[in-house]
């Protein structure tokens, strides 16, 4: 079973106005609510390409009951640990310009994170879980980290996407890939990167504390992917870019989606890529008819 792992979900509520003025009534012309968070992300899109999943984290509250019926809608099956604070909501604000009011998230007693560790210790090898995002404030444990040590035991493959000292904290343990972005992979090394050699030699430094590959998104520019012994970079169609929310997480899910049927790795990395461009294109996360026309244009180029 894949399962993705979303901490901190939320509803994403979605918020269209023509113009917005501070300290002023405003009006929105349109409004969406989504289950949010990365792991839910790709647990979705991972769906669209009929790849079955199990999500996990934690859930509370009358959100919490949304995002659980609104996965069940979508057929995902799920197994989140049941807290009493309300799971967040978080506003999007599209008038242009995005803005974007995220909430704190619930507190995660000791108990209920010993509950989710037990999920995490019921995995085997036949396993692949997946870890994006935040970590609520309360939980000050060294999640990502404990998370790792627990699957390395297992033998469950590990796949991460998650801010610089998230991202890092698990390179020891060997997950199957790691896709930070490129402005992450500037934070991480601390530089400014302005090349694709940069790109594959920082990619390159994450394999050699490590990770097994390396997927970097670079938005307009495609993505470029890095094992031991291949280097790949996907060059994609132009197109109007309606969404960078969830693009990222299309990306690991179409990888994910790849290898899990067998594909080789470049088939996989188009896949991958061609997920990532088509959520970007659209106002939510993509489609299967849109991923399908996409996958067509992108090329991918040994590098």
Excluded: W
Excluded at 12 to 22: A, G, K, L, N, S
Excluded at 174 to 182: D, Y
Aim: glycine letters at 8%.
């Amino acid at each position: 079973m894949i399962y993705t792992v979303t901490f901190n979900p939320s509803i994403d509520y979605v918020m269209f106005t023509e113009q917005f003025e501070v300290g002023e009534l405003n009006r929105a012309h349109e409004t969406n609510k989504f289950a949010g968070g990365k792991g839910i992300n790709v647990s979705r899109v991972l769906k669209t390409l009929n790849v079955d999943n199990t999500a996990t984290g934690f859930v509370g509250g009358f959100p919490g009951e949304f995002i659980k019926d609104a996965l069940a809608q979508s057929d995902i099956q799920t197994d989140f640990v049941e807290v009493e604070d309300d799971t967040r909501i978080n506003v999007k604000l599209k008038s242009g310009l995005e803005t974007e009011i995220n909430g704190p998230g619930p507190d995660i007693s000791s108990n209920h994170y010993e509950q989710f560790l037990e999920k995490m210790k019921n995995t085997s090898a036949a396993d692949t879980v997946i870890i994006a995002g935040s970590v609520p404030s309360s939980l000050t444990k060294p999640v990502y980290q404990e998370v790792a040590e627990i699957l390395k035991a297992t033998g469950a493959k590990l796949i991460v996407d998650a801010e610089k000292s998230l991202m890092k904290s698990i390179l020891s343990y060997g997950p199957a890939f790691v896709k930070p972005n490129k402005t992450e992979l500037e934070e991480i090394f601390n530089k400014s990167i302005d090349t694709d050699q940069e790109v594959i030699d920082c990619a390159k430094e994450l394999l050699s504390e490590g990770a097994q590959a390396v997927i970097v998104s670079l938005g307009g520019e495609g993505a470029i992917y890095v094992d031991a012994n291949t280097k790949l970079k996907a060059i994609v169609p132009n197109g109007q870019v309606v969404n960078t929310v969830g693009s990222g997480d299309s990306t690991v899910a179409g990888m994910v989606a790849g290898l899990e049927t067998g594909k080789d790795i470049e088939s996989s990395f188009k896949l991958a890529v061609s997920c990532g461009t088509a959520t970007a294109f659209n106002a939510d996360l993509a489609e299967l008819n849109d991923i399908e026309k996409i996958i067509s244009e992108v090329v991918i180029k040994h590098i």
